[in-house]
């Protein structure tokens, strides 16, 4: 077998037991929707998050576009958000009715802030931050200048559980922070599922009536509302794994170590610059390929076994969904760069320091092949 890119079984086999065990008690329960498995990871990810509450969804979409919702934010709003993120991002913002608005991200693949504040508007309503890759975006000078212009900031922590800035997690800076369980991300679950998390009553409130038909209370609907539920199966399993998260963040962060030893010294490709502290949780390791030899170096490591991804081919408003926002090529120069020379390298808590070694010996070989 070769190199895997991602590997949630690891993680699987580590809860495996107590799951199947409570996988018998919530069947025999028949709490299979909400209820208290639910809510005590709620109270559980508050917890870890430093946060008053939590209110499971979904998946990660319903998360983003629950969170635009409970804000009210809808037609003839705009939402600025960066051109390199997974669709999601733009597609929760455009399902409320509101215009995405985008912007470019920087070196570092992350939102461009200077770029955010030429774009505001009297329409602005909010701005999503996407924590890509595992990387938190540095909000310390978001915050006041948020503030100051009445712009909420909503998180969007799909790839980032775990990451955190001075001790303060991702998901606590903003006015609410959106959360992915998608099996394959650093908390994953067993099938979808997704999180809001805040520390506003009032939206707690709010998207706790959204995600259910608009009542917290049985067949008390009041206001309108939708139907995105975190089941209790995968609640018991993202519980299980909770305790697990900041070991398996250092984990990643190790690789990411040994990606760096291995790598520093091949000019054709750029290494990550590297946030080395909490604020980088490597998700993703992704390299730029430079020269063109992006698709070529992919295949050659699929050849050699090694599975690779590319997050993502086209930066958003390349995409034929959003051509009506009507951004030409050439708007985003940084993002569309990147997007042909990046390549995502296999991250998972299974993955050795020989395995690394065995991949970043692959890469030299192909440049050398490539120079003779
Ligand atoms: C940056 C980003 N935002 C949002 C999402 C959406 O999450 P989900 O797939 O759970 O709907 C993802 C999922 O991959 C993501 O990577």
Not at 75 to 100: C, K, S, W, Y
Not at 110 to 115: A, M
Request: with cysteine; aromatic share 10%; hydrophobic share 40%.
């Amino acid at each position: 077998m070769g190199i895997l890119f991602s590997a949630p079984q690891y993680e699987f086999n580590i809860i495996r037991e107590d799951w199947l065990q409570s996988v018998v008690q919530i069947a025999q329960n028949g709490m299979f929707v909400s209820g208290p498995v639910v809510s005590k990871f709620e109270s559980a990810f508050a917890a870890y998050s430093g946060v008053k509450g939590a209110v499971g969804v979904g998946n990660g979409t319903d998360a983003l576009f629950l969170a635009l919702k409970a804000l009210g934010i809808g037609p003839g709003d705009e939402v600025i958000t960066v051109t390199n993120t997974f669709i999601a991002t733009v597609g929760a913002i455009h399902q409320t009715g509101a215009r995405p608005v985008l912007v470019d991200c920087d070196d570092s693949y992350l939102i461009d802030f200077e770029q955010v504040k030429a774009c505001v508007t009297p329409r602005t309503k909010a701005v999503i931050p996407v924590h890509l890759y595992g990387q938190l975006v540095d909000l310390r000078e978001w915050l006041p200048w948020a503030e100051e212009n009445e712009i909420h900031i909503v998180e969007d922590c799909a790839q980032a559980a775990g990451a955190s800035l001075n001790g303060k997690a991702v998901g606590s800076w903003g006015i609410m922070g959106c959360f992915s369980f998608y099996p394959d991300k650093n908390l994953g679950a067993l099938g979808d599922g997704g999180m809001i998390v805040s520390s506003s009553p009032e939206l707690l409130t709010k998207l706790r009536q959204l995600r259910s038909h608009g009542g917290e209370v049985r067949y008390q609907h009041d206001i309108p509302g939708f139907n995105s539920r975190l089941d209790s199966l995968q609640a018991s399993a993202l519980h299980l794994k909770l305790p697990y998260l900041d070991e398996w963040s250092n984990k990643r962060r190790t690789i990411a170590d040994w990606y760096e030893t291995y790598l520093q010294d091949i000019e054709d490709i750029i290494i990550p610059n590297g946030l080395h502290s909490s604020r980088h949780v490597y998700h993703l390791y992704v390299i730029r390929v430079k020269n063109g030899h992006r698709e070529a170096l992919k295949k050659h490591l699929q050849k050699k076994g090694v599975l690779t991804a590319v997050q993502y081919p086209a930066p958003i408003h390349l995409t034929p969904a959003y051509s009506f926002l009507e951004y030409d090529a050439g708007s985003f120069p940084v993002a569309e760069a990147y997007a042909s020379e990046i390549l995502s390298l296999p991250v998972h808590i299974g993955l050795t320091e020989d395995e690394v070694l065995m991949i970043a010996s692959e890469i030299k070989a192909f440049f050398i092949l490539n120079k003779q």
